[in-house]
């Protein structure tokens, strides 16, 4: 068994790390052409998953408790979708992404994420007595091009990567060839001078 203060085989080979893209080549084609996105772009039903275990009066408080911090966990009845929102926390009863103010009885919310690598927008309502109400997403086409060209960025910076991995590669083997053709020049010179 090696102690832990000598170095392992992985830290001694190159670092050559990909990290995994956070959206696809064509978001607007996935969501458009995607089954999931297609059910859930249409205005469905939804409800409040939140503490199911309690009463409903504890319910309503933590779920207006939540929106005001800026959060909460919305399902869509229909296909069984469950999603945590964030949006930018309420004061005074109203955010960009979260609103009390706009009709009585009810919390108009919006939130941004990145979904099965598409960005969308998710936009709703629901009812604060009932903890239910109609939601869908969005896609949502500023957050895609933000993160298009951060795809594209990082796509260049691999295949940089990659080619000067590739010209290492190909130094190493030049040098590696020469040094063999020194060695064997050397080697028929130590054996015609014997002779």
Request: hydrophobic share 30%.
């Amino acid at each position: 068994m090696l102690p832990y203060e000598t170095t392992n085989i992985f830290e001694q080979l190159p670092r050559f790390i990909f990290k995994m893209p956070k959206v696809v080549p064509d978001q607007e084609g996935k969501f458009q052409s995607d089954e999931l996105f297609r059910r859930l772009s249409r205005e469905t039903e939804v409800r409040y998953t939140g503490y199911r275990d309690r009463p409903v009066e504890e319910r309503q408080m933590r779920f207006q408790t939540a929106c005001r911090e800026g959060h909460t966990e919305v399902a869509f009845i229909a296909t069984g979708t469950n999603l945590q929102l964030m949006f930018s926390p309420c004061s005074n009863g109203y955010s960009e992404g979260c609103d009390f103010n706009k009709e009585q009885g009810k919390v108009h919310i919006k939130s941004c994420f990145i979904m099965n690598g598409v960005c969308v927008r998710w936009r709703g309502w629901l009812d604060i007595e009932r903890l239910d109400g109609v939601g869908c997403l969005e896609y949502d086409e500023e957050r895609a091009q933000i993160e298009d060209a951060i795809l594209r960025e990082q796509l260049e910076r691999y295949q940089q990567r990659l080619r000067d991995f590739d010209e290492k590669q190909r130094l190493y083997r030049s040098q590696h060839e020469r040094h063999a053709e020194v060695e064997v020049r050397t080697s028929r010179l130590g054996k015609n001078r014997v002779s």
